[in-house]
């Protein structure tokens, strides 16, 4: 692929690009601190190492029934500008969101999780009720999660992303607050956990919706006589589709299974306490650059591609350099032991695993660059392929490690990283190739 510039002169500058980006990068920090919210309360509760495994692999399992809807963000940007590619993308959420919501109903039930939960992932006997209840809190979270995300992409392509960073700002404020309350009056931690997560996203859900209507980002677009070809009904709706949906599939099955991996380690039982503690940490920072696919989709064509990967390194970078500050610091410490209490053998399990990843908000920003790039010009195929391979790698060398007796947390760090590096290395022969 030839990197090109907007066929007119563009007037949208590095730092116009900068200021669309940083209410969306705020929304998705936002919603990352959520995680190291709820692990600072169920620290400071009873049963700590027991409500913080529970709480990471029931959330994993949620986000994989989550993840099939996780880019109707992406499809409801780049459909936007034609009211029938609206149309048929608003009847595919609401189908997919509920269909997904119903598979996670079913997996709660007692003797269908027993078999799954217990044979094929190797959930631990002693988590598993608790990891049923928070699941069972959570069954709404895929079908509010897909209709947030298509009034995010209307508001996106409308220029409101300040919008959906005060949305995303509101579901924190209400997340913090339900965990204030519950800590009050000793909740038990999962229970608190779970009822947390659905309070903050069904808020942001109707935050969102509202401004859309409020700001206009639902009235139809106007017609013009060059309208661009997208998807009109639900057929093909889905053909576009599908390649991001199972690249998302793929990639949260993946970490689902990590935890599987994980739990098999010869530190298991710290293991699994210490990588979501610590992944959440680290998807605070770096998921502020995910939003560089939103910022590209919208803008090429407008701005030369040049400069679109410019702005992208750029926010990787400063990413990546906080992260490391954060992992080698004093004060770093500080921030790890504020998260999760004075368990000393957990804070050791967590800081070299924030030390190996300090460099994945560099890697986040190049993969969601380059994945917009192949999103904005309809090569979807081309990220599934790149997801599939990284997911392989992901679990091949967390195993691997395991089966060395490298410690659970560490071997998962070292395989994300890989994977990460895998996968933008193959989306970027794909854009090469387009």
């Known amino acids: 692929m030839t990197l090109k510039a907007s066929e007119s002169p563009s007037k949208i500058g590095f730092l116009d690009l900068w200021r669309q980006f940083i209410p969306l990068s705020l929304s998705d920090v936002a919603m990352a601190c959520g995680d190291p919210m709820m692990t600072t309360a169920l620290a400071h509760l009873p049963d700590t190492?027991?409500?913080?495994?529970?709480?990471?692999?029931a959330k994993s399992l949620a986000v994989f029934f989550e993840s099939p809807i996780i880019t109707i963000l992406h499809a409801s940007n780049a459909l936007a500008p034609t009211e029938r590619s609206r149309r048929a993308l608003w009847r595919f959420t609401l189908l997919a969101g509920g269909g997904l919501s119903a598979l996670l109903l079913l997996l709660t039930l007692p003797f269908v999780f027993a078999t799954l939960g217990g044979t094929l992932l190797g959930i631990p006997s002693q988590l598993q009720q608790t990891v049923r209840i928070v699941l069972t809190l959570m069954i709404l979270w895929p079908f509010t999660i897909a209709w947030r995300r298509y009034f995010q992409g209307l508001l996106i392509h409308a220029g409101h992303s300040q919008a959906v960073a005060q949305a995303s700002i509101a579901r924190l404020v209400i997340v913090a607050l339900v965990l204030w309350i519950g800590f009050t009056?000793?909740?038990e931690g999962a229970l608190l956990a779970g009822t947390a997560l659905m309070a903050g996203v069904v808020l942001e859900a109707l935050v969102v919706t509202l401004a859309a209507q409020k700001l206009g980002a639902t009235r139809p677009p106007r017609p013009t006589d060059s309208e661009p070809k997208?998807?009109?009904n639900l057929k093909s709706v889905w053909k576009f589709?599908?390649?991001?949906?199972?690249s998302m599939l793929v990639v949260w099955g993946g970490r689902a299974m990590l935890?599987?991996?994980i739990a098999r380690a010869q530190d298991a039982n710290i293991a699994l306490a210490a990588w979501p503690a610590a992944w959440g940490l680290v998807l605070v920072i770096a998921n502020a650059t995910r939003m560089v696919q939103q910022v590209i989709i919208k803008n090429r064509g407008q701005v030369a591609d040049r400069q679109l990967i410019a702005f992208a390194l750029s926010a990787?970078?400063?990413?990546?350099?906080?992260?490391l500050l954060g992992s080698t610091t004093p004060l770093g410490l500080i921030v790890v032991e504020?998260?999760?209490?004075?368990d000393s053998a957990l804070v050791e399990a967590i800081r070299p695993v924030l030390?190996?990843?300090?460099?994945?908000?560099?890697?986040?920003?190049?993969?969601?660059?380059?994945?917009?790039?192949?999103?904005?010009?309809?090569?979807?195929?081309?990220?599934?392929?790149?997801?599939?391979?990284?997911?392989?790698?992901?679990?091949v060398v967390a195993f691997l490690g395991v089966q060395v007796r490298v410690p659970g947390a560490i071997a998962a760090a070292i395989a994300m990283i890989i994977a990460l590096a895998t996968e933008v290395s193959c989306l970027a022969f794909n854009l090469r190739k387009e």
């Not at 392929?385 to 997911?391: E, M, P």
């Open 355 to 395: 030390l190996l990843c300090a460099f994945v908000p560099l890697l986040v920003a190049v993969q969601n660059a380059t994945q917009g790039f192949l999103v904005g010009s309809g090569q979807t195929l081309g990220v599934n392929r790149a997801t599939w391979i990284g997911t392989i790698f992901l679990l």
């Open 185 to 187: 009056f000793k909740v």
């Open 230 to 232: 997208l998807p009109t």
């Open 338 to 342: 504020s998260f999760v209490g004075k």
């Open 316 to 323: 990787g970078m400063l990413c990546s350099l906080l992260l």
């Open 259 to 261: 935890v599987g991996i």
């Open 241 to 246: 589709y599908w390649p991001l949906a199972s």
């Open 49 to 57: 190492r027991v409500n913080l495994a529970a709480l990471g692999i």
